[in-house]
Structure formats: structure tokens, C-alpha cells
């Protein structure tokens, strides 16, 4: 349907081939998810928590690479609710913070999440290990797991309703049939793309290029990401140490940008390297580390789909709402949208007269998410301002006043001014939202 604007790249390879051979019935559920990234996992394990019947159909075989590995501390209940703190400490480095190099002032400047939140960490992911950490914990509470099967159409009834969705398998071709079928197929958009129209933030039309460095040099908090602005070439710099030995250092910059220095004879690898040298913090992490083989790019177009839900069908994550990484909030914005969505789809399964209310609510508020962040984001991109206008703004946004001014900064960057309408959300009630974006255009 949204004819009008080229489709991102699309983060992941083909399918594997090599299948499993003994089931090839069609299947009946309650709910089917497609797509078993952070969003799928998360509304289809909450869901079976529930005692509800879901299929989940996953076109690869897990573990599989995938960017976005750093999260943000509002995650961390969520982390609870899925039964996985321990498993996560246990597992992957603690995240205290960010250290940044923006605004107008030369000085590095520090953000910790312990400023404004009872959580005073998140993780640095593997999103390989992560992704199928919650992937296995969606089929131990009971969630019908198919990997490499990938969904090639949705089903509509005569009256348009969605009714499930069609995939291959094996070489077969299969279908579930589902009271409810979730969209959670991140840039593929695999049923949305059909059943709504999107808008694409042209302002946010940006290519990233990636790499890792190994035996790289920390930041003073070692347990920071890096975001750097590099305003002399354009664009921003993260550096996140995925684990104590290897650090993932990538490059931003306008779609735009990367054309025109593509039509001079430049490639993506030139524009890193040009990107780093002018940096003043990130290259000192990566001068003394061992490159690893290997550079990644991806279009990453922010983009907000005209509708996150219609009937029989739910999108959460990438699939509807996609907003630029630069607070690393994807996959908790994708998460949240999910906890908001499983209680809205039980409340639509207990008693479907209650279908219009339950998803107007979640739409209304999942939408005040990444309308707020989309709009800091906004503002946060230029990178010319001064530091204490960033904190005024994002103070003014959250409406957290405090003696601390980077109190409703990181409260907002990390999710936690958003948590009390996630973790109080009820389908059928009347509350809706914080109200970020409209205190944004104050
Ligand atoms: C450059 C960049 C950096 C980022 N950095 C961060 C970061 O630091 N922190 C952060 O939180 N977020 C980050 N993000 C965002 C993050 O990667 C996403 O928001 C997050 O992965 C969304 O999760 P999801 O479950 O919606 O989609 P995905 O994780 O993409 O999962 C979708 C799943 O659907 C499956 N699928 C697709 N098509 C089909 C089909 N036809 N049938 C069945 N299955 C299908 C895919 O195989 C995939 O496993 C970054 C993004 C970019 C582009």
C-alpha cells in the first residue's frame, strides 16, 4: 500500500532450507505471531502466560545475527515479567549509562540510568543469544514454536477480517488459522505492509555502517555506551562494548549524505573511516583494538504505521513503528508495544464485543510512545545546541522537575517516565499515556 517511498533493507538472510519433516496438518490457535524477534517472543509468551493457545512461525533458525545491542533500563521490568533478570545478569554486561559527545560544549557529559530510576542497569546484548534467550523461554511457557518457516500470506475472510496467515515450510505450504494474528515480522512488515498504510520520517532517512574491534580501549565507565556526534562529516558515532573484549562501533549518517558521496566515488567504508577520524573519543576506544573482518550496513528509515491494529490483526515492533537508534530504545519501544498488546489481544479473546475498546487503547497509547520518542529524538539530533537545552527540553517533556537536571533527561531515554502506563495498562480502562509529545512543542 505505501507505494510512495522505497522499503528498508531488509536485516536478516534468506531462509534455511533444512526443515523438519513430520508436520505438515494446518493448525488452529488462538493467536498466531509471525516473527520471533523481541517483539514476537514477548506478546507470545505474556499471552501464553495468560493460557492462551499461540502459534509462533519464525522464518530462520535461531540463533541468528541481528543489530540493536543495547538496551535501556525500562526494560528491566519487563525482563522480570518474562522470568529472565537472572539469566540476563548472568549472561551479559551490565549497561550503566551513556557517555556523549553532543551539543555545543566540547567535554564528554554523562548519563546514568541510576539518576532517575530504581533500576541502575540494563544489558549489552548479543542479539543472537538474547533473541533466542527469549525465543526458548516464548516455547518453555508453552508457545507452539516453528522456526524456518516463513510466513508468504495473510488470510482474509469475505469480510476482510484477518484470519490467520499462510506459510511454507518444508517445502509445504501450511496455514494457521487464529482468532488474532500478530505482526511482529520487524522491517519485513510481512502482513502490515497489506493492511496499512505507513509514514516514512523523511528527516529520519539514515544509512548505519558497522563494524567490531576487538581488545578495544574503555571509556572511563566502562559499563557506558558512546554516542558521538561528529558534526564536521555529519551524522553520530556509537560505540557499545558488547562484551569486555569486543566493541560494536557504528556510524549514522543521512541517506542523502551516503548518495551523494557515493555518486563522488566513495564508499561506505571511506565515509566510517572519515567518520572516526573526526571523532575525538570514539577513535581513541578503536585506535589500539584489532579490527574484525567484516563491515554491515542497513538503510535504517524511521517510519509509523497509520494503523497498529484493525480486525483480526495487531502489529508490535519494527513492523509499525521504527523510530532511529540514537537512544537505543527499539528494542523496549517494540517490547513495550507487546505488553501493551497481549493484555489488549486477552481482553479481545475473553469477550470480542470488547475488541474496539481494548485495541483503541492500546493503539492510543503504544502510539504516545513512539510519537515521544520520535520527537526527542527529533530535537536531540541536532547536535549544535547547548547540553542544558537538551535537559530543559526533555525536563519539559517528562514534566520531571528536579534539583538534578539530567533527572527527566534520563528518564526519558531510558523508558522510565513511559512505565507506569505499561506496567498499569489496562486494556478496558480509560487512561491513556504520558504526555511527552505534547509538551515536546511547548
Ligand atoms: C543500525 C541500528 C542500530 C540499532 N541499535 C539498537 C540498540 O542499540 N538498541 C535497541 O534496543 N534497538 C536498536 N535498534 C533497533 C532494534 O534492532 C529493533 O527495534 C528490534 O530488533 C525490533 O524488534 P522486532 O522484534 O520488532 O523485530 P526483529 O528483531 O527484526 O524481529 C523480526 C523477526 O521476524 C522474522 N521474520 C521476518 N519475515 C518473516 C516471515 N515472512 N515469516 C516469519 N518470520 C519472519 C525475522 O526473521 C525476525 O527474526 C537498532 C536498529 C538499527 C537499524
Redesign the pocket.
Known amino acids: 500500500m505505501d507505494t510512495t517511498h522505497q522499503d528498508p533493507t531488509?536485516?536478516?538472510a534468506a531462509p534455511d532450507a533444512d526443515l523438519d519433516a513430520d508436520l505438515d496438518a494446518d493448525l488452529d490457535a488462538d493467536v498466531v505471531v509471525?516473527?520471533?524477534?523481541?517483539?514476537?517472543?514477548t506478546v507470545a509468551t505474556l499471552l501464553a502466560q495468560r493460557g492462551r493457545d499461540v502459534v509462533l512461525?519464525?522464518?530462520?533458525q535461531f540463533p541468528?545475527y541481528?543489530?540493536?545491542?543495547?538496551?535501556?533500563s525500562g526494560i528491566v521490568p519487563l525482563i522480570r515479567e518474562l522470568g529472565l533478570e537472572a539469566e540476563m545478569d548472568a549472561r551479559y554486561p551490565w549497561k550503566y549509562g551513556v557517555t556523549l559527545v553532543w551539543g555545543s560544549e566540547p567535554e564528554p557529559w554523562r548519563t546514568a540510568f541510576n539518576d532517575a530510576s530504581p533500576f541502575d542497569h540494563s544489558w549489552h546484548v548479543d542479539?543472537a543469544s538474547f533473541?533466542e534467550l527469549l525465543l526458548d523461554n516464548a516455547r518453555a511457557h508453552g508457545v507452539r514454536v516453528l522456526e524456518r518457516?516463513?510466513?508468504?500470506s495473510v488470510r482474509t475472510g469475505p469480510d476482510g477480517r484477518v484470519g490467520g496467515v499462510e506459510?511454507e515450510q518444508d517445502g509445504r505450504r501450511r496455514e494457521v488459522r487464529a482468532r488474532w494474528t500478530v505482526d511482529?515480522?520487524?522491517?519485513?512488515r510481512?502482513a502490515s505492509r497489506h493492511l496499512t498504510d505507513v509514514d516514512w520520517h523523511d528527516d529520519l532517512r539514515n544509512i548505519?555502517i558497522?563494524r567490531y574491534v576487538d581488545d578495544f580501549r574503555p571509556l572511563e565507565d566502562s559499563g557506558d555506551?558512546l554516542v558521538e556526534a561528529v558534526p564536521e562529516v555529519g551524522g553520530w558515532l556509537?560505540g557499545?562494548p558488547v562484551s569486555a573484549n569486543r566493541l560494536s562501533v557504528?556510524y549514522?549518517t543521512s541517506a542523502a549524505a551516503v548518495a551523494e558521496a557515493t555518486a563522488a566515488g566513495r564508499s561506505a567504508e571511506d565515509l566510517f573511516d572519515a567518520a572516526l577520524a573526526a571523532s575525538r573519543v570514539a577513535r581513541t576506544m578503536v585506535e589500539p583494538g584489532t579490527p574484525v573482518p567484516g563491515q554491515r550496513t542497513?538503510r535504517?528509515f524511521s517510519l509509523t504505521a497509520r494503523r497498529f491494529s484493525g480486525p483480526g490483526w495487531v502489529g508490535?515492533?519494527?513492523?509499525v513503528a521504527?523510530v532511529d537508534?540514537l537512544f537505543?530504545?527499539?528494542?523496549?519501544?517494540?517490547?513495550s508495544g507487546s505488553w501493551l498488546a497481549a493484555r489488549a489481544l486477552d481482553a479481545c479473546l475473553t469477550d470480542p464485543d470488547a475488541a474496539p475498546a481494548a485495541l483503541g487503547h492500546f493503539e492510543r497509547v503504544y502510539r504516545q510512545f513512539v510519537g515521544d520518542m520520535l520527537a526527542y529524538v527529533r530535537y536531540f539530533s541536532d547536535p549544535r545546541r547547548h547540553r542544558e537545552d537538551y535537559l530543559e527540553k526533555a525536563q519539559a517533556a517528562t514534566r520531571v522537575f528536579a534539583e538534578n537536571s539530567q533527572v527527566g533527561f534520563v528518564s526519558l531515554i531510558s523508558g522510565i517516565t513511559a512505565l507506569p502506563d505499561i506496567v498499569g495498562f489496562d486494556p478496558l480502562g480509560d487512561r491513556v499515556g504520558s504526555t511527552f509529545a505534547a509538551a515536546m512543542s511547548v
Do not use: Q, Y
Not at 57 to 60: K, S
Not at 66 to 72: A, T, Y
Not at 316 to 319: E, F, I, K, Q
Open positions: 531488509d536485516l536478516h509471525v516473527g520471533g524477534g523481541p517483539a514476537g517472543s512461525l519464525e522464518r530462520e541468528r541481528h543489530v540493536g545491542e543495547s538496551l535501556i542479539r533473541d518457516a516463513k510466513v508468504t506459510f511482529a515480522s520487524g522491517h519485513a510481512v548505519a558497522w555506551i556509537w557499545i557504528g549514522v542497513v535504517d508490535v515492533g519494527d513492523a521504527f537508534p537505543s530504545s527499539g528494542v523496549w519501544l517494540g517490547s
